[in-house]
């Protein structure tokens, strides 16, 4: 055998093993990528799924703050109307104004964790559907901006509207039990009104003021709750069309 036959086949010896090696190192990196790529995958499910039960409890929330707020709009329909022309007796007044105090500046506060972590774990991106995207956006995000500059306008309303009354009137009440996580049931155990209570012109304005502020945030929630609705549809058919968890589907039964 000659010095080149022998040179050439320990060149194709070399570059075989050579390429033996080369594609156990890609195979290696295939398949690490891969394993990494489907943990991503379940992950993204996986907080989609939770997010999908999240917005389900924030809807019920969303329910028992707009029931707080509808109280407290026929508290300020009788309020205005009693100025109008006085027919509420003194504990009416006091148990009204108290109703409006307490629930006026009851707010919404969607629960984001899990979004956030979409966000973070960068599980977001993994996400097929640009409306599923476009909808927890607009939920979390374009919305949450708009809930929490309405409710710091609120809160200082709310603050302004009790400074008004001070030295129209007082109260002294009890908690008599938490009914829910926004609303308190109380009992007044003792009140006065001053005489220059009845047809002042400051605090009509501020009633008509508030009023107009619990339909402003209404129509607020009203957003939230087409937005939930939608983003809800939207992932029960993203999840079950690719047949995530058996659990998901128990959920959608129920």
């Known amino acids: ?12 010896k070399y570059t075989l093993e050579f390429l033996v090696v080369f594609l156990g190192i890609l195979l290696s990196f295939g398949i690490d990528n891969y394993v990494k790529q489907r ?12 997010l999908r039960t ?14 707080a707020l509808n109280v407290c709009l026929e508290s300020f329909d009788l309020l205005i109307r009693d100025q109008k022309k006085p027919f ?6 006091v148990a009204n104004i108290s109703n409006v105090s307490a629930k006026m500046a009851i707010s919404f506060f969607p629960q984001t964790g899990i979004y956030n972590q979409l966000i973070q774990t960068e599980s977001f991106e993994l996400i097929e559907s640009e409306d599923i995207k476009r909808s927890l956006s607009d939920l ?3 919305l949450g901006e708009r809930n929490n500059s309405a409710n ?3 809160d200082s309303f709310a603050q302004k509207f009790d400074l008004v009354l001070t030295d129209k009137l007082f109260y002294r009440l009890v908690i008599q039990e938490v009914d829910n996580s926004v609303d308190l049931n109380t009992e007044i155990t003792d009140f006065f009104i001053s005489k220059n209570y009845q047809n002042h012109p400051e605090i009509i304005g501020m009633l008509t003021n508030g009023e107009k502020r619990v339909y402003f945030y209404k129509e607020l929630l009203k957003k939230y709750d087409q937005l939930m609705k939608t983003a809800i549809v939207q992932l029960d058919d993203y999840l079950l069309k690719r047949n995530i968890g058996s659990q998901t589907k128990a959920m959608y039964k129920s």
């Open 1 to 12: 055998m000659s010095k080149r036959m022998h040179s050439e086949r320990r060149v194709i």
């Open 39 to 50: 943990e991503r995958i379940n992950q993204k499910n996986t907080l989609l799924i939770e």
């Open 54 to 67: 999240s917005i389900n409890e924030d809807q019920e929330q969303l329910i028992i703050v707009e029931d």
């Open 88 to 93: 509420l007796s003194d504990s009416a007044i």
């Open 140 to 142: 979390f995000e374009h």
């Open 152 to 154: 710091l306008k609120f």
